[in-house]
């Protein structure tokens, strides 16, 4: 599965999605382990308009299944979900290595129904079925 951090720093989840100038992307599996796969920048000015800054941030985590942020907003937010990418709102400075730890111990032992639903969808989709149904708060 991978995991996208808003993180200007790429050692803590310190931004607000609509203002991240970068993403750290992480690959974790039930197995245990985490992987960092890249940084993602986001273009300096894509529209100019709120709705193309929105839809930047949303085109460079496309790929992730959930995108660990310090803020969203409701409308950013209905975009992202429609995408199939869950927002999870963490404490500004949180520590992406402490993300990381959380998220395996879920995977380890029994995730919560939001979490088992996007493993299930991953698991159908790397069987080569669809993905169907959306992914909600």
């Not at 395996?104 to 493993?119: F, H, N, S």
């Amino acid at each position: 599965m991978k995991i996208a951090f808003a993180s200007d720093d790429g050692l803590t989840v310190n931004a607000h999605f609509g203002q991240s100038l970068q993403f750290a992307i992480y690959k974790i599996s039930k197995e245990g382990g985490a992987e960092l796969l890249e940084t993602r920048r986001v273009p300096g000015d894509p529209g100019g308009d709120e709705h193309g800054r929105v839809e930047a941030r949303i085109a460079a985590v496309e790929d992730c299944a959930l995108v660990f942020l310090m803020q969203i907003g409701a409308s950013a937010a209905a975009r992202v979900t429609r995408k199939k990418i869950m927002p999870v709102k963490v404490p500004m400075g949180s520590s992406i290595e402490g993300q990381l730890k959380r998220m395996q111990e879920m995977l380890r032992g029994k995730p919560p129904l939001w979490l088992a639903k996007i493993l299930s969808e991953e698991e159908i989709s790397d069987q080569g079925g669809d993905q169907d149904g959306g992914t909600s708060l």
